[in-house]
């Protein structure tokens, strides 16, 4: 009797999941193709076609073809071989749990956004990188995971849910096309906390208003990140202005796909279209949500009562109205191991679009104008990227250079000074509706948002209109 009723309970807690009935339970096809997940390797067993075509995306290798960078010499460029201003890049800082005093972990690497289980990749293809691949990051709804050490000690990403055979297998059934949330906790947390980095990619896009973002708003056009930025075989659309390599060198990303070239019906308005992209008119401010970083001062450790850890000074900004530059398509990069171009101001542009008023192929953009304090070796003129994990611990900033200095030129204790650095971003996300975009006079007045001077006009292009 007690062994029937057992086996009747064990029937109702496999036929239902906690807290649904099974008319609420939601249907993924996957649920029909495999028993039981066991890594990578249930992928590849139907999609190592689809592997091998990811393992030579962006999105696995963090590097790309670079023809939108004036000074690519023909070098593929992405996040393994370039420097930005934030965490500045990833190869001293890959994967580990970084615990402070009271055995919080406060930082695991940079790989927690890269869709891999751990490995660094590699240009040549193997069984070894494709097993490597976690299709699940971005294709299964609900799906988390940590960093674990194997027996050896070495770390790599697992599911949360590795020990939970049960609990796994549901998950890895939830398999769909990427949704907005699984496209945030990347794109949304990069820089090292919400908001940070990009500025206009935000956690409230996954349910916004369409006064928060016209295009993604839940009750409204509902949008996902892929419905304008999936190509073919794994390659992402677009490229910001700030980024080094591209998925899709041949297939650009543009407005004017769903709307048309002059869309006003007003001349006036329409007539703009010619020089001033879209963006700059319907975009009139980011970090609307959370506050994004503005300057991140690495020379200045900055101690966090709160959170027992240290990081760089940063200053950071909301309801920022962007930055206005030409822009033709292509950026000019300082790339590492290059010596430093200094402005007349005496600071370095890392990223600087290229364009100006009198380029037929340059339109004025928005942008977000980033600024940083960072290392350079004073031999050799060269910027230095730096080792983060460690010093979100310890606050020791020498070190953190001096291990950043030994992954990317092999030079353990650099003689380096600080030097003021910038940064142009795109801004191409939160467009606000048609009636909330910025109006003549948010330009053309006194004090507008436009520097006419620095745009290469000697004074407010409205007045030659009006003489």
């Known amino acids: 009797m007690k062994r029937s009723a057992l086996i009747l309970m064990a029937l109702v807690i496999v036929t239902v999941w906690p807290g649904e009935s099974s008319a609420k339970r939601r249907f993924y096809p996957h649920q029909e193709y495999f028993d039981t997940y066991e890594g990578p390797e249930t992928c590849l067993f139907c999609h190592e076609e689809e592997a091998t075509s990811f393992f030579h995306s962006q999105h696995y290798q963090w590097e790309g073809e670079a023809p939108g960078i004036v000074n690519a010499d023909g070098e593929r460029l992405g996040k393994m071989n370039t420097m930005n201003d934030f965490c500045t890049n990833p190869l001293a800082s890959w994967i580990g749990n970084a615990v402070n005093s009271d055995g919080k972990v406060i930082a695991q690497g940079c790989s927690k956004c890269h869709a891999g289980l751990g490995k660094v990749p590699t240009r040549e293809i193997s069984q070894d990188q494709l097993e490597n691949i976690d299709c699940l990051i971005c294709h299964a709804s609900g799906y988390r995971r940590d960093a674990y050490q194997d027996e050896d000690g070495n770390w790599e990403w697992r599911p949360i849910l590795w020990k939970n055979q049960r609990g796994m297998d549901s998950i890895s059934k939830r ?4 949704k907005r949330k699984m496209c945030l906790r990347c794109h949304s947390a990069a820089g090292g906390g919400p908001n940070f980095k990009r500025g206009d990619i935000e956690y409230e896009m996954a349910d916004c208003t369409p006064d928060f973002d016209v295009h993604m708003a839940t009750e409204g056009n509902n949008m996902q990140c892929i419905d304008c ?4 075989d794994h390659r992402v659309r677009g490229r910001g202005t700030d980024l080094s390599g591209t998925d899709s060198p041949d297939d650009l990303l543009f407005c004017t796909e769903c709307h048309e070239e002059k869309p006003h019906n007003i001349p006036a308005l329409d007539h703009h279209t010619d020089k001033v992209y879209c963006t700059v008119c319907h975009i009139t401010e980011f970090a609307k949500s959370d506050k994004t970083d503005m300057v ?5 450790p900055k101690f966090h009562e709160k959170g027992n850890k240290y990081s760089a000074t940063i200053t950071f900004g909301e309801n920022v109205v962007p930055e206005y530059a030409w822009y033709n398509g292509q950026t000019k990069l300082m790339k590492m191991g290059d010596k430093v171009r200094y402005n007349d101001d005496g600071t370095i542009t890392i990223m600087e679009p290229q364009g ?9 953009y928005a942008f977000k104008l980033h600024k940083g304090v960072l290392p350079i070796w004073k031999e050799k003129d060269w910027l230095i990227p730096l080792a983060v994990d460690e010093f979100f611990i310890t606050g020791d900033i020498a070190t953190a250079v001096n291990e950043g200095s030994a992954a990317a030129y092999g030079e353990h204790h650099p003689d380096y000074e600080w030097v003021n650095t910038k940064r142009y971003m795109g801004i191409f996300h939160e467009v606000r509706p048609a009636d909330k975009a910025l109006q003549c006079l948010d330009c053309h007045q006194e004090g507008g948002r436009m520097n006419w001077k620095a745009l290469g006009y000697k004074e407010d292009p409205i007045l ?3 003489d």
Not at 175 to 178: A, D, G, K
Not at 296 to 300: H, P
């Open 175 to 178: 398999i769909s096309l990427p």
């Open 229 to 232: 930025h999936a190509g073919d």
């Open 296 to 300: 991140r001062d690495w020379s200045t």
């Open 356 to 364: 100006k008023r009198k380029d037929k192929h340059s339109k004025i």
């Open 464 to 466: 030659d209109a009006l």
